[in-house]
């Protein structure tokens, strides 16, 4: 299995911060790497596909980045809505396998 | 709008069965490969399921094999996840999820808001 690795495991923030996520994988994933938030109560969104690729209606100050083993995702203005839980997902193959999550926090 | 309802989670003792049922609607289902993912309670995501277009293929984690069958009805716009022999650790609040068969990735860009699953005597 793949294990993937996601840092830090929580984050406080303030509002118009930048910050970045980071997730390692325990083998190469050639770039199958999607990113997910999860609000409070709410079911996952897809925001980033294939490490870099920004899924439609996601604000642009999301962004994916990486390449083998090491990716990241970066929010470059943290708004209010942004704070909630964020998981990487490896799909480079079966079982799937997602990060531990990372909580952003209002500072 | 894109709409997925899961349905059927609750309360069952250990070794007790459930089916869960996911009823889509806003996208042509019968194109989408289906997922399940599931979340303990306090926890993070995690892989159980896949089911492709067809019906014909599916996938599953280990922890759930010969357990846990997914299955597809595409004429009814309704995945379904068998849940036999359940254990304690498979509480968790499940998901269903899709992504149409055109992507090439298994990520999944449509989701449903859940149905939990208590597994207690």
């Known amino acids: 299995d793949i294990h993937m690795t996601q840092s830090p495991s929580s984050l406080s923030a303030s509002v118009g911060d930048g910050v970045t996520i980071t997730c390692r994988a325990s083998?190469?994933?050639?770039?199958?790497l999607a990113w997910y938030q999860q609000r409070p109560g709410k079911a996952p969104k897809l925001l980033v596909y294939?490490?870099?690729r920004l899924e439609s209606g996601v604000p642009s100050r999301f962004s994916g980045s990486g390449s083998g083993t090491d990716y990241t995702l970066t929010i470059s203005s943290l708004q209010p809505e942004d704070f909630a839980d964020y998981y990487c997902q490896q799909y480079s193959g079966t079982p799937f396998t997602f990060g531990q999550g990372t909580k952003l926090e209002i500072k | 709008e894109v709409q997925l309802v899961e349905s059927g989670g609750g309360l069952v003792p250990p070794g007790g069965s459930l089916r869960l049922s996911c009823t889509v609607s806003g996208f042509t289902f019968s194109n989408y490969w289906m997922y399940w993912v599931r979340q303990a309670p306090g926890k993070g995501l995690v892989w159980v399921s896949r089911i492709n277009s067809d019906g014909d293929w599916t996938t599953y984690a280990d922890s759930v094999r010969g357990r846990l069958t997914m299955s597809r009805d595409n004429a009814r716009s309704t995945v379904f996840l068998q849940m036999n022999n359940l254990r304690a650790d498979d509480t968790a609040v499940y998901y269903c999820a899709g992504r149409d068969f055109w992507t090439n990735g298994d990520y999944m860009d449509v989701w449903g808001r859940g149905t939990a699953v208590t597994v207690s005597s």
């Open positions: 294939d490490a870099s």
């Open positions: 083998q190469g994933i050639s770039n199958s």
